[in-house]
């Protein structure tokens, strides 16, 4: 049925353009209106963009945004047009940034300044943040000279600075305040009320200068009045809600009398510092601070406190992004060296040559031996495009370079932005694309993007995206992978709290990949929040096949919230990134030591995910945490992982941590290269293709079957072969990997094919007889082992309540279960 026309709608619209509408031709409308749309002025074009909004009532959902998403990818637009279309997009739903960024920037530079002003007030939309890192430099650059431009107007230059801080990064926000802050230091009075509003805009604190041009502003009874009034009035509730938690933190620590439940707080940690067995390890704070995490974790497990460095950490596992030489570095417990575990293969440091298990011996003059790795690290991290000279000792080396190092061995590189890459890939036969996504941080999905791009030019015909230890992240960015293999306008997932209207996201653009291209995504119960939500998506709308076990079942939504009333240090964001990074000055260090203190943060629970289906994935426990409801994303195709005799778990562990491997590997590496290229991708599963195994077998003295040697030895292989590569091998190794065997099953079948076809599948993959066996002897020797620890817990405790004592073969059962001598099981 017609929908009646909305009563503003009628009288803002020509009648003309009403009939078409009242037809369902929202594009002709929109046609109309553009062609009338020549010679208006800005406030003009605003009004109609907004009178064209409500013709969204007469057609379906998202229809009048894919109209306009249209007329903007049009070649034959006045600007005038643009910008009003623009403006009408901007107030619907899930607008494209960088669509709409590439239409207005040209209009920056446009002559007329209705145009070029237009623009730039339209380009101060949050939306515009969520550019990519270049993208939001190039425009805040932008925005920035075109406020300097003494040509324009005063007006116009104030509204290029607003939007330059507004979306721009840390350099050009500052720019654009210091072009705001010499308004306000003018003369002229019209000039200092421009600056002043539009520094108040920008978020700073009123204060000085800007806190008296407001309140003269304030007196005057026109726009500017009102709106310097709305500013000092958010300025006071700030200052009184700081005020209102000084006050509390000042009777936390003071002996004043305090309500009773904040006063047996006070009063738990007083005994616990007076009298615990270790009190003198810490102070108020940290108590303090566990309080009130273990509150938080009451209501839900999720919910958490974050003191300042935690919320540090926080902030840079999120980012994914910090300054510094790029690889995974720690302290080789085997020589404790600071050592390179890996280069990021995008980083500086791989660049200049550095590789696995590289030593850095020194830093600039600095000797890094003996010293704490955090210590080491914060040399490393840096400012961008800073000189960092290191000295590096590598494998054959004279050990005693490690010490006195010499020119030789240094290598000079320039800091960078690193980011943090959360894909790993390989393109496997039969055109199947193994993709690992890590975490869903920030931008992942333009890397996800790329990964494919470079797999599609391979030939790629199937994909298996393993989310097995991806825990979650980002939110938006689930959405935005989701994007990626969804057409457009499909939901996503839709959150649900106590409080505000229910959100739904939905996939903004058409589908990156091919429907005709099969997805088999891979969970585990590791696979949690962000990553449930795209493995339910996929699922809910038929567009992948779910493989492998039941995910976690995380599916609560928590918001980061600042604690005001904690003093938090001040310090010159010039990169933009809402963090501090160790280059940058500190304005205010309240307790002197050098480093930014973060105010506190709460991550509270405040909503719930649904998944496309209307299902919630949350995993709900009662009171006393038994399990109420499973939740998670359950699999089409389950696959359970095999599982492995304990005793083979450890006894793996110890030959890796002994050293004995690394050292074959190092000892044939030269001469056997090439082999090792080939063996890291597949060895057949043959140990005799390895240069003198049987020695190495009899060195390593373990009970441990070949086959788990070799497995051992080609891992080693794979992680420094990876240099080489110059890419990270994903974890999931379709050789030793049963769950991704299943995968690359399930994605030829969608051809008609079976593994059998290609030698390295057929050479290589578990049987599943085999698998189902060890997995139930694995089984029976963890019950065995289960049942004999809980006679071990049964004896001690009859000896501790009864007072007994023990005797000495009672003595050696419990040594012997609870980890004294035990001969491995015989082989087969």
Excluded at 534 to 549: I, N, P, Q, S, Y
């Amino acid at each position: 049925m017609m929908r009646a026309l909305p009563f503003a709608l009628l009288t803002l619209l020509p009648f003309a353009s009403v009939t078409r509408a009242q037809e369902g031709e929202l594009a002709e409308l929109v046609a109309s209106e553009v062609a009338a749309a020549s010679g208006r002025t800005s406030e003009a074009l605003w009004d109609r963009a907004l009178a064209l909004r409500q013709a969204e009532e007469l057609g379906a959902d998202n229809e009048l945004d894919g109209v306009l998403d249209n007329f903007l990818g049009r070649g034959d637009v006045t600007p005038e047009g643009l910008l009003l279309v623009a403006a009408c997009r901007l107030q619907g739903g899930e607008p494209d940034a960088k669509l709409l960024s590439g239409v207005l920037r040209p209009l920056l530079t446009a002559a007329d300044e209705t145009i070029a002003s237009g623009a730039a007030g339209l380009l101060g939309n949050d939306i515009f943040r969520r550019l990519g890192r270049t993208d939001r430099e190039e425009l805040g650059r932008e925005l920035v000279v075109a406020a300097r431009d003494i040509d324009r107007t005063p007006e116009a230059r104030m509204r290029f600075a607003r939007s330059a801080a507004r979306v721009g990064r840390g350099t050009e926000m500052r720019q654009a305040r210091e072009e705001m802050r010499a308004f306000l230091a003018s003369s002229d009075p019209e000039l200092r009320a421009l600056g002043a509003l539009a520094l108040a805009s920008t978020g700073v604190e009123v204060e000085g200068d800007l806190r008296d041009e407001l309140e003269r502003l304030a007196g005057l009874p026109n726009e500017d009045g009102v709106l310097a009034a709305s500013y000092l009035k958010q300025e006071l509730i700030r200052e009184l809600h700081e005020r209102k938690y000084k006050d509390l933190q000042s009777q936390l620590d003071s002996s004043a009398e305090l309500p009773e439940p904040l006063a047996q707080v006070q009063a738990v940690i007083r005994m616990v510092e007076r009298y615990h067995l270790e009190g003198d390890r810490v102070d108020s704070d940290e108590l303090l601070e566990a309080a009130l995490d273990g509150m938080l974790r009451y209501m839900d497990e999720h919910s958490s406190f974050f003191g300042s460095e935690a919320f540090a950490k926080f902030l840079l596992d999120l980012e994914a992004e910090y300054g510094g030489i790029g690889a995974y570095v720690g302290i080789d417990p085997n020589d404790r060296l600071f050592t390179i575990n890996r280069p990021i293969y995008s980083g500086p440091a791989y660049r200049a040559g550095l590789m696995t298990d590289d030593k850095i011996v020194r830093i600039d003059d600095w000797p890094t031996l003996n010293e704490t790795a955090d210590d080491i690290i914060k040399r490393l991290k840096g400012r961008p495009d800073t000189e960092v000279k290191l000295y590096v000792w590598r494998r054959g080396m004279d050990p005693d370079f490690i010490d006195r190092p010499t020119e030789d061995m240094a290598v000079v590189l320039n800091r960078e932005v690193i980011h943090i890459p959360a894909v790993a890939y390989q393109m496997l036969p039969g055109g199947i694309g193994m993709v690992e996504l890590t975490t869903f941080s920030r931008n992942v999905h333009f890397e996800l993007a790329n990964v494919f791009d470079h797999l599609q030019k391979q030939g790629m015909r199937a994909l298996i995206l393993d989310l097995r230890r991806n825990s979650g992240g980002l939110l938006t960015e689930a959405r935005n992978v989701a994007d990626l293999f969804l057409p457009k306008d499909k939901k996503v997932v839709e959150t649900r709290g106590t409080v505000g209207q229910p959100e739904v996201l939905r996939t903004l653009n058409d589908a990156y990949l091919d429907d005709d291209v099969p997805i088999i995504v891979m969970t585990s119960r590791f696979t949690a929040s962000a990553s449930e939500i795209v493995a339910g998506a996929l699922k809910d709308h038929g567009r992948a096949t779910v493989l492998g076990e039941l995910s976690f079942g995380k599916g609560s939504v928590q918001q980061l919230m600042p604690v005001f009333g904690v003093d938090e240090d001040e310090w010159d964001d010039q990169n933009g990134n809402g963090r501090w990074d160790t280059w940058e000055p500190i304005t205010s260090d309240a307790d002197g030591d050098g480093e930014v203190d973060y105010r506190p943060r709460v991550k509270l629970t405040i909503a719930k995910y649904l998944l496309p289906s209307g299902r919630s994935i949350h995993r709900e426990l009662d009171e006393e945490g038994n399990i109420l409801s499973e939740g998670g994303i359950a699999p089409d195709v389950e696959v359970k992982f095999p599982l492995v005799d304990s005793w083979r778990v450890a006894e793996r562990q110890r030959v890796r941590r002994d050293g004995k491997i690394k050292e074959y590997v190092d000892g044939t590496w030269d001469e056997n290269f090439d082999l090792f290229r080939r063996l890291a991708v597949t060895d057949g599963k043959d140990e005799d293709r390895y240069p003198d195994f049987d020695d190495l077998m009899v060195s390593l003295d373990t009970m441990l079957p070949r086959q788990d040697v070799r497995m051992l030895v080609r891992s080693e292989i794979r992680r420094r072969i990876q240099d080489d590569r110059g890419a990270e091998f994903p974890i999931g190794d379709f050789q030793e990997d049963y769950q991704v065997q299943k995968g690359i099953e399930v994605a030829l079948k969608a051809f008609d094919e079976t593994p059998d076809a290609y030698d390295w599948f057929k050479d290589t993959f578990l049987n599943d007889d085999d698998v189902q066996t060890d997995r139930v002897a694995a089984a029976a020797v963890e019950i065995h082992n289960r049942e004999r620890i809980r006679n071990a817990e049964a004896l001690i405790k009859e000896i501790r309540d009864g007072g007994k004592s023990v005797t000495r073969e009672q003595l050696e059962e419990v040594l012997e279960i609870l980890g004294g001598e035990r001969e491995a099981p015989e082989q087969d």
